[in-house]
């Protein structure tokens, strides 16, 4: 009947094709691709969550034959972060760490301090020279140097931020007037800790845009490596120390043939969405033509009881 099992639609795909969206990832795409001709290798990073209850949902049951009782709390979860390449996650490059853990290195959920040290002892030792790092713009990528208060911090934010940066004001200003001198003197760019911490290592950083994680292959990593797990957790009773000795396992058991699998299917999605922005673009242009027929003079002439009628009556609400 020439249908095809394929995954549903999503709504999010209509919702994410905002114009500012759209630019942005055309950037990327251009970006990636000077990339990839000059040679440079390009390592994707991410994090992940995994706990005890990642197990199958089905099981073989039948007359007295029970089904599997799976445990279905997560009192067990830790944090997964790492970077690849085509050729697989970078050698000891992975961190494991408990969620909510409030001693060690690394502690709590995964934030500014603790990405910007996994950066720095983790990641920059085994960066290949000249290396392009892509990753996406949470709030913890992105730690920004000298970040200007906004208009709603409180005054003496606003003092300490302008002395820092040798900027003269004085305590018995309005917080308008602070701010003021805040818009005129901040930076035109921002600058964030870990770019530059790359960038001073000869390394290069591209964001991915918006809502566009399918275009990382290591989101593909992440689910080999929990149907793994998933494999090896029937019950979900895992102890933390299992746990944790389960997901090594299954973050080693990624081969490099997964790996150049997950970073073409990457490349086709990329080629994918320089077909359809480019559409998009026509379809676009073609619409703004057609709506351009209409002398825009005209709707400013007061005197045109034509062009009035006929605003109006689209003013009308449907029946």
Request: aromatic share 8%.
């Amino acid at each position: 009947m020439g249908l095809k099992w394929k995954r549903c639609g999503k709504i999010r795909n209509v919702l994410i094709e905002r114009p500012d969206i759209v630019n942005w990832r055309a950037r990327y795409l251009r970006e990636i691709q000077n990339c990839r001709h000059e040679g440079k290798v390009i390592v994707y990073l991410d994090e992940t969550w995994v706990d005890n209850n990642l197990t199958f949902g089905k099981c073989w049951s039948g007359p007295g034959v029970p089904g599997v009782l799976t445990n279905t709390s997560s009192s067990n979860r830790l944090i997964v972060v790492s970077a690849g390449t085509k050729d697989g996650f970078l050698h000891d490059c992975n961190l494991i760490f408990k969620a909510g853990r409030a001693t060690g290195d690394y502690h709590g959920q995964m934030n500014g301090v603790n990405f910007e040290r996994w950066v720095h002892e983790k990641l920059l030792p085994h960066l290949p020279k000249n290396s392009v790092v892509v990753l996406d713009n949470a709030p913890y990528h992105c730690p920004q140097d000298n970040k200007p208060p906004s208009k709603y911090a409180v005054k003496n934010d606003m003092v300490e931020w302008l002395i820092k940066n040798n900027i003269a004001c004085s305590t018995t200003m309005k917080k308008f007037e602070l701010y003021d001198l805040i818009v005129q003197h901040k930076p035109p760019q921002k600058i964030f800790r870990v770019d530059s911490l790359l960038k001073a290592h000869g390394h290069l950083v591209i964001l991915l845009p918006p809502y566009m994680c399918e275009l990382n292959p290591i989101e593909l990593a992440w689910a080999t490596m929990k149907r793994e797990i998933k494999n090896h957790n029937i019950k979900g009773d895992l102890c933390l120390t299992k746990l944790e000795e389960v997901t090594t396992h299954a973050m080693n058991s990624v081969t490099k043939i997964d790996y150049e699998g997950f970073t073409n299917h990457t490349l086709k999605l990329e080629q994918d969405y320089w077909i359809k922005d480019g559409l998009i673009e026509d379809v676009i242009d073609h619409f703004v033509i057609e709506l351009g027929g209409v002398d825009s003079s005209e709707s400013d002439n007061p005197d045109d009881d034509d062009q009035s009628s006929s605003e109006s009556d689209l003013a009308c609400p449907l029946d």
